[in-house]
């Protein structure tokens, strides 16, 4: 059973900045493609970036330049690197691993201040 848990997560000031992770068990995360979504209070969940199993990746408009995803197969993580992030970026930050059946985990809060 594929399991996924989201990590760092917090409260940080506007400007400031998180590294998320997604540690994977259950199976090996390498030949599969991930994503990291976010879902703000009384929003619909957005895609926020994708890395592909060969590292290609792709980013929303809205994090753009600010948001890094990546990834290490060796310890089956998925990171996110959120930098200069604004009040806007506050929501629960899911990650997503795509297989015959997607799985996601839990999700972790990220909230910033103005």
């Known amino acids: 059973q594929v399991r996924l848990v989201e990590s760092g997560g917090g409260l940080v000031q506007a400007g400031g900045s998180l590294r998320l992770s997604c540690a994977a068990s259950?199976?090996?995360?390498?030949?599969?493609?991930m994503d990291w979504h976010r879902q703000a209070p009384g929003k619909q969940r957005e895609l926020v970036a994708v890395i592909s199993g060969s590292g290609y990746t792709d980013y929303a408009d809205s994090v753009k330049g600010r948001f890094t995803i990546s990834r290490d197969n060796a310890e089956n993580t998925v990171y996110l690197r959120m930098n200069n992030l604004k009040p806007e970026d506050t929501a629960v930050y899911y990650c997503?691993?795509?297989?015959?059946?997607?799985?996601w985990g839990q999700g972790t809060q990220v909230t910033v201040s103005s």
């Open positions: 259950g199976t090996i995360i390498s030949p599969h493609n």
């Open positions: 997503r691993l795509h297989g015959p059946i997607d799985s």
